[in-house]
C-alpha cells in the first residue's frame, strides 16, 4: 500500500537553528499538507500546498515556517529559528483530491532545546 | 470558535464487545469527515470516512454514523480486539472551494481489556 515516507523519525536541535524536515508524498497526490501535534494535544493544521504554492495556511505557520517542493518526489517544511515551543511531532500528508482521501506519514519528532 | 470535539476522553472496553466512540461537531458547514487511528508514536491512520450526503457508511469491522441534525459523528468498532487499543479522532473538513485542511478533535483513547 502506498506511503508518505518522512525523514528523519527524530530531530533535535538548538534554539535558533533551522530545521528541514522532509516528506516523500504519495506519487499520484496533487496535494500536500503539514500538520503537527504537541504532545497530548490534537492535531493542528499548518500549512497545504497545491500546483507549487501554498492554498491555505493557519495562524500557526508564520514567517518563520515555509514549504517547498524542490523536485518532483519531495515536500519540505523549513523552519527558519526554531523556538522551544515549536517542539512537536510534525506529519506530512497526501491526498490525490483536496476533498478527501488524505493520507498521513509516520511523523518527524522534533525537539528543541 | 467552532471546533471538532469529542465525548470522551477514554473508553475502554473488554475484548470481543462492540465500541463506540463519539464525536460532536459544530461547524455546519462541514460536508466530509474522517477517523483515524493513532497509535503510540506514529501517524494517524485512516479508518473511515463519509461525506455529509451519507448518514451511514460501513467498512471491514468498523461502521461510521453521521446525524447532521444533531452535528454528531461516532465510531461503532465490532468485536474489538487488543491491536484497536489506540487514540481515535475524528477530523472534519469545511466545505468551501479552497478549503482542504482538517479539523481535527481531541481524541479518544480506546483500551481494550483481555
Known amino acids: 500500500e502506498p506511503e508518505v515516507t518522512q525523514t528523519p523519525s527524530h530531530q533535535v536541535t538548538q534554539m535558533g537553528q533551522e530545521v528541514i524536515l522532509r516528506c516523500v508524498p504519495i506519487?499520484?497526490?496533487?496535494?500536500f499538507y503539514w500538520y503537527r501535534q504537541i504532545l497530548g494535544q490534537k492535531v493542528e493544521f499548518l500549512v497545504s500546498f497545491y500546483n507549487n504554492e501554498i492554498s491555505e495556511k493557519s495562524e500557526i505557520f508564520d514567517d518563520q515556517f515555509s514549504v517547498e517542493r524542490p523536485d518532483g518526489s519531495n515536500f519540505t517544511l523549513k523552519i527558519r529559528s526554531t523556538k522551544l515551543e515549536d517542539s512537536a511531532m510534525y506529519f506530512c500528508a497526501s491526498s490525490v483530491r483536496g476533498n478527501y482521501g488524505y493520507t498521513f506519514g509516520s511523523g518527524t519528532r522534533l525537539t528543541v532545546v | 470558535g467552532e471546533s471538532v470535539g469529542l465525548h470522551l476522553p477514554t473508553l475502554s472496553v473488554q475484548e470481543g464487545d462492540n465500541s463506540i466512540i463519539n464525536c460532536a461537531y459544530s461547524?455546519?458547514?462541514?460536508?466530509?469527515f474522517i477517523w483515524y487511528k493513532q497509535e503510540s508514536g506514529k501517524g494517524p491512520q485512516f479508518i473511515i470516512d463519509i461525506r455529509s450526503n451519507m448518514d451511514k457508511r460501513q467498512g471491514q469491522r468498523v461502521t461510521v454514523l453521521l446525524n447532521k441534525t444533531v452535528k454528531h459523528l461516532s465510531l461503532q468498532i465490532a468485536a474489538t480486539q487488543p491491536g484497536d487499543s489506540a487514540v481515535y479522532f475524528c477530523a472534519e473538513k469545511i466545505s468551501s472551494g479552497s478549503a482542504r485542511q482538517l479539523t481535527f478533535g481531541s481524541g479518544t483513547q480506546l483500551t481494550v481489556l483481555p
Open positions: 461547524n455546519s458547514a462541514s460536508d466530509y
Open positions: 506519487s499520484n497526490h496533487l496535494y
